[in-house]
């Protein structure tokens, strides 16, 4: 190898590497080749040393160039950096370079070094059969741009943000928000966990219109009440599952029903698709890479949980029978987490909706081609993660997912502050402890006050922002009561929080936030015990917003883009990163396919040149806001670009560049088990005593700590968080409520002291 070069690569190929004399300029070129290969790749990287490896400054931005002649289009410009804690690692691919059969030169800027990175290293990955000839590498520190204007709000929004609360009410129950792919809002209700309309069969949605600020109510054929949905390639919704039936004191609990459903945004109706192998309410769904669809989970039409895998096919365009989708026959839970990795894996990363987690570890990376299930260690408290959340951090190439919060509402203790951040790029992944949430005030019944001790909050919402933070917002201390008020701003880099502006509504249960195109983040709902609901909704403007003039994306060249493509905007001033966004299709705190993808940038003048990755595991095919920011952090309103689905998958010659990532798992491995019906499900799944009041209304079945198990101390928290009346179902009354068995909880008669 020649001077301060070395070998490096992984996987299972035949593979040599040469000088050569076929050289751009001088006497020698360097050439990597590959003859066969069934996985992993072959690169000539500068020698990770502190000899060779030129020296970075943290927060700065580097153009690194070379000549290169090709003869597989499977081939990028491969990066690795040096951390002065945990040593050399990969840090990104920047570029999939074209094939050139004459000397072509490449070049492209690096994202901001990260803090704690003094040195990189970078070379070209080949990882398809065929050379790569490379030489003139050149690598220059890129002048800071002059930074925007400063604050245009007062001090204290310029720092924290600020919160609106529209004047037009959301007009329907919507406990499931989707962002769709001409910037409106479809906000799905069915019944909107209210017994009165199912009775009725009345079940809305609505389109809301961020623009004008308008609501358009849509007629919706079944109760999609806690149903799964998301968005396919097209940019059509899928929605899967529902509610057939209320739980019954004495008698069965939810149900789900087997339909499914598609929206169009263009149309603005719903169409019926097949139906799936299984009811699932509260099912998960994930895009996978070739734009097909997968769900695990949730409760069947027997009330059982569902141990059925489901597969909708992008190609065939219909939900697969259950014969040809792989079968692990386990229970997953409710709508449980699951975020697709860059190798096609999914990595479940603990949070879900009621009670406890899975058993063992919490935490799993499923294999669906070899139907296996791996522990991940690591998680914290894993049985009071529900109603956590769980993001891809940004960037998406990155790998790291933090989960947020969470509580349970079996035993209903107070939600917790934890948070834990894994790194999926590590042999072996494990969870690590990250930093708590901030406090903030809590409704315990007679005004806020300040939480303490390790109070923290479930049925939290987090939202990927432009800026490549996070925004955690809204939440309660207990089973569908005691809200608390904080939001803050999680920084990927520092892996510190930044507490800001509080929503000033409440958002517990059946709440969501989510970002609009215009770098915005929106809050809906909100659903406590007493049955009644939160029609407010919220704006939160972040800082960033206040900083000045925006930068402008003033032309897309192209609005239909493809795998391993590079993609030119222009743009107003300079700006130092762009992504791509996935837009929010979220319910329960649980959006597995929010992602946020870095487009390294090629730079001249006002072109920007974007490169697209070559791995759709990455980015699963379908309709992303492009935002681009500037050097403070600011950005522009976000165009939208289509990300071609399977025809262009198919057509594409180059194939995704996937890295050996948590390829070393050493949890214990499940294989599928015996096929089985479903799993037995307790009737008080959701945390509610179902003897008591209406199905909308949820007494708990455990109360907060602090409530003493009498009549009076349980009614005195009845009566404080508004619960009025209460009709007992039956002849039971398993809490107590009724000791004067006149068929009425908590009333006069029951409260009167008996010797």
């Known amino acids: 190898m020649p001077y301060c070069w070395e ?16 050289a751009h300029s001088g006497s020698k070129a360097m050439k990597v080749s590959l003859t066969r290969r069934a996985d992993g790749d072959r690169k000539a990287l500068i020698t990770e ?12 931005q580097y153009d690194l160039g070379l000549w290169y002649k090709t003869t597989t289009p ?8 040096h951390d002065t804690t945990a040593g050399w690692q990969y840090w990104t691919d920047l570029k999939t370079l074209d094939m050139a059969g004459s000397y072509t030169q490449a070049s492209v800027r690096t994202p901001a070094v990260p803090a704690g990175t003094d040195r990189i290293t970078w070379g070209v990955s080949v990882y398809g059969t065929g050379s790569a000839t490379t030489d003139d590498y050149t690598m220059e520190q890129v002048s800071d741009p002059i930074p925007p204007a400063g604050c245009t709000g007062t001090a204290d929004e310029c720092a924290n943000g600020r919160w609106d609360v529209l004047p037009t009410q959301n007009p329907v129950r919507s406990m499931h928000s989707v962002v769709l792919n ?19 069969g009345t079940f809305t949605s609505a389109v809301y219109d961020p623009v004008n600020g308008t609501y358009k109510t849509i007629p919706t054929p079944k109760d999609m009440f806690c149903s799964g949905h998301v968005q396919l390639a097209d940019g059509r919704v899928l929605v899967m599952s529902g509610n057939k039936a209320f739980p019954v004191a004495g008698g069965h609990g939810y149900e789900g029903y087997k339909d499914s459903y598609i929206f169009d945004p263009v149309t603005e109706t719903y169409s019926k698709t097949n139906d799936l192998n299984d009811g699932h309410w509260y099912p998960s769904a994930t895009e996978l890479g070739n734009g097909d669809i997968i769900s695990f989970g949730g409760l069947r039409e027997d009330s059982t949980g569902s141990v059925t895998a489901e597969r909708w096919s992008a190609a065939e365009q219909k939900w697969l029978p259950f014969t040809q989708v792989n079968q692990t026959w386990s229970y997953w839970g409710l709508y449980p987490s699951m975020i697709l990795m860059q190798d096609g894996r999914l990595f479940y990363s603990g949070s879900h909706v009621f009670g406890n987690g899975t058993p063992g570890t919490g935490s799993a990376i499923y294999d669906y ?13 894993k049985d009071e993660r529900d109603q956590s959340a769980s993001v891809l951090l940004p960037p998406a190439q990155d790998q790291k997912v933090l989960t947020i919060g969470g509580g349970n509402i079996d035993s209903n203790p107070d939600a917790n502050r934890l948070t834990d951040i894994i790194d999926l790029k590590a042999a072996n992944p494990t969870y690590t402890v990250g930093p708590q949430i901030p406090q903030g005030t809590v409704d315990l019944g007679n005004g806020q006050v300040a939480e303490t001790g390790s109070q923290g909050k479930m049925y939290v919402s987090a939202v990927l922002l432009p800026d490549g933070k996070v925004l955690e917002t809204g939440g309660g201390l207990h089973n569908r009561a005691n809200p608390v008020y904080e939001a803050s701003i999680f920084d990927p880099a520092s892996s510190t929080f930044d507490p800001v502006a509080a929503d000033p509504e409440a958002r517990g249960y059946h709440s969501s936030a989510f970002l609009l195109p215009d770098g915005r983040v929106m809050a809906t709902g909100d659903n406590p015990g007493n049955g009644t609901w939160n029609h407010n909704v919220s704006i939160y403007t972040p800082p960033y917003l206040l900083k000045g003039t925006r930068p402008a994306i003033t032309s897309v060249i192209d ?61 699963p095919p379908g309709w992303y806001m492009l935002f681009a920011v500037d050097a403070n952090g600011v950005p522009s309103v976000a165009k939208w670009v289509h990300l071609q689905g399977p025809s262009a998958l198919a057509t594409d010659a180059a194939s995704a560049h996937v890295h050996s990532f948590a390829d070393s798992l050493e949890g214990t491995v499940t294989k599928a088990g015996k096929k089985r019906a479903g799993q037995k499900v307790s009737t008080t799944i959701s945390g509610c005593d179902r003897h008591y009041g209406t199905v909308n209304v949820c007494v708990p079945t455990v109360f907060p700590d602090g409530v003493k198990k009498t009549t009076a101390s349980r009614c005195a928290w009845l ?16 809490l107590g409520l009724d000791p004067s068995k006149d ?11 008996r010797k």
Do not use: M
């Open 7 to 22: 070998k490096s690569g992984w996987g299972d190929n035949d593979f040599t590497f040469s000088t050569v004399a076929d």
């Open 719 to 734: 009566k404080k968080n508004d619960y009025g009346r209460l009709k007992v179902n039956g002849k039971d009354d398993p």
């Open 74 to 81: 499977d081939a990028a410009i491969t990066l690795f950096r």
């Open 49 to 60: 040393s502190a000899t060779c490896a030129p020296t970075v400054t943290a927060g700065k």
């Open 369 to 381: 081609d070899a139907n296996t299930t791996t522990a991940i260690p690591g998680l914290q408290n």
């Open 743 to 753: 068929g009425l909880a908590c009333g006069a008669k029951d409260l009167v002291k």
């Open 559 to 619: 609005n239909e883009w493809v795998y391993g493509d590079t993609q030119r905007i222009t743009v107003d001033r300079p700006v130092v990163k762009a992504e791509l966004i996935r837009p929010a299709a979220v319910t329960h705190s649980s959006d597995p396919n929010q992602r946020y993808v870095d487009l390294p940038l090629s730079v001249d003048g006002n072109n920007v040149d974007l490169n697209v990755t070559s791995n759709p595991n990455l980015a």
């Open 182 to 200: 001409n910037g409106k809002v479809l906000l799905i209700a069915g019944s909107g966990n209210s017994e009165e309309n199912f009775d009725a």
